[in-house]
């Protein structure tokens, strides 16, 4: 039982306990699907803590899960560039362009390792939207208080962990193949706890300020 | 591919260090950034008022110009000839009947010179301002009083006219003449409280009446209320507060406070 514990689960659990707790009367429909997508993403680890001590491989489940990640932040971020005329063909053609590259890296390997070619070029298209969403911010005449302002907050997280993530599936072979002999946990594993924890420390904060702000 | 241990290590301190740290500039940077935005839009915000109350001042200044001048012509050209027409109407010498209609027109030109001095001082803002705002009202309020339509009630507790406010005192006087003629055309009141009051570096007028009342949201939806409108703009201009307390049936309660001292 310990074992499903995890910094990753614990971390989860609580970011999805805040978002039930702050957006379950919210009527944006957005921000409502946070707390279905943490709901899976909980599901998913535990899941994939529970193949894991059968010995079981877990990688196809978070190569499945990959889809419903890049949905999930392409909307929203679809909804955030939404107020500045960003034309939903643009959100098609992603999801698109995604789909195509996620067929093909299952297809050239066989479906036998996790496709972190894809996971990377969605890390690098979601630090641009980001990065993109901040340059939208910056350039509006309308001021915000950012300190309190979820979007920003959201997007704040999604930088700090594609940003991060890059690297690592960059170097996804390179860094699965030795493990850190003090703690005996791979690089990838420690790398993602840590950005594990900034991305729903963020988003929690955000989930925070929009129950605030509707309150 | 083997890699020591050390080796990954540095690895995973120098990737976290960068993909943590620039991120973190990053957003630092728009945070400066956005507080600098918002010093601009205080700064434009202040320099709109200021030139708003620029414009308000001007068009006082040309209200008060045109009243001025409206009230000189009053008293010099058509007092003088009321004057002249009451020296020669007392100048006829008639027989016994029409003697008496000859001085019935005369009473009558006397009361209309009156009456029309009176009005000249009222419509004269600068004139009426220098005995203080407090002598001003009263004197609107005598105009008024006067028609035996209302119970006027007017408490002054105003320590002094600042000379250095006169301008702030012309403007609530105007704002005060504008409630006033409100409460006269629209409230079916029958009774008027006034009360003047300065205390913490404010000016306080307060003009409560026992009218009709209305709903000041409804107003406001149906583009009806725009006089008030003008009247709390006008006010928020001055950096004061306007504050409409209404209810249906009972009356209106209007309290301006602009900063004064």
């Known amino acids: ?90 959100l098609f053609s992603w999801l698109g362009l995604f789909m195509s590259i996620y067929g093909l890296e299952l297809y050239t390997n066989h479906f036998s390792n996790f496709a972190y070619k894809t996971a990377a070029v969605m890390s690098v298209v979601f630090v641009v939207a980001s990065l993109y969403y901040y340059m939208l911010i910056l350039r509006d005449e309308y001021f915000r208080k950012l300190e309190s302002y979820p979007p920003f907050w959201i997007v704040n997280g999604i930088l700090f962990f594609y940003f991060g993530s890059t690297a690592c599936n960059v170097f996804f072979d390179y860094l699965m193949q030795d493990k850190i002999t003090s703690l005996g946990l791979s690089v990838r594993y420690v790398t993602f706890n840590i950005l594990n924890v900034i991305l729903y420390s963020c988003w929690s904060y955000a989930f925070i300020c929009r129950y605030r702000q509707r309150n | ?186 409230a079916k009141a029958t009774r008027i409280d006034i009360e003047l009051d300065q205390k913490d570096g404010q000016l306080l007028l307060m003009v409560r009446d026992n009218g009709k009342g209305f709903i000041w949201e409804e107003k406001l939806r149906n583009s009806d209320g725009l006089g008030l409108f003008n009247l709390q703009k006008r006010t928020s201009m001055m950096d004061g507060t306007f504050h409409i307390d209404s209810i249906p049936g009972t009356g209106t309660e209007i309290n301006v406070s602009i900063p004064y001292g």
């Open chain 1, 1 to 90: 039982m310990q074992a499903f514990f995890t910094v990753n689960t614990i971390t989860e659990l609580i970011c999805l306990s805040i978002c039930l707790f702050c957006l379950f009367r919210d009527k944006d429909i957005y921000w409502r699907s946070f707390m279905i997508y943490l709901f899976l993403v909980c599901a998913v680890e535990f899941t994939g803590i529970y193949l894991r001590l059968l010995h079981k491989s877990n990688y196809e489940l978070y190569t499945y899960f990959l889809v419903i990640e890049c949905t999930m932040v392409s909307c929203f971020f679809y909804r955030l560039y939404r107020k500045y005329h960003f034309k939903p063909s643009r």
């Open chain 2, 1 to 186: 591919m083997q890699i020591s241990s050390k080796e990954l290590v540095l690895l995973i301190t120098i990737t976290t260090f960068i993909f943590l740290i620039a991120p973190i500039f990053l957003i630092g940077y728009i945070f400066l950034y956005n507080k600098k935005k918002a010093r601009h839009a205080e700064e434009k915000e202040t320099l709109k008022k200021t030139f708003e109350l620029e414009l308000l001042k001007s068009q006082v200044e040309v209200q008060e110009h045109i009243m001025q001048t409206i009230a000189s012509d009053l008293h010099d050209n058509i007092g003088q000839l009321l004057s002249l027409t009451s020296m020669t109407l007392s100048s006829i010498k008639a027989d016994h009947l029409r003697e008496e209609k000859i001085n019935t027109a005369s009473e009558l030109t006397q009361r209309a010179i009156r009456e029309l001095r009176q009005l000249s001082k009222m419509m004269n803002g600068q004139e009426l301002i220098k005995k203080g705002l407090g002598t001003a009202i009263a004197y609107e309020l005598e105009w008024l009083k006067r028609g035996l339509t209302y119970e006027v009630r007017f408490k002054e507790t105003m320590p002094g006219p600042i000379p250095e406010h006169a301008d702030k005192e012309l403007i609530l006087f105007r704002l005060f003449q504008e409630i006033l003629s409100n409460i006269i055309r629209h």
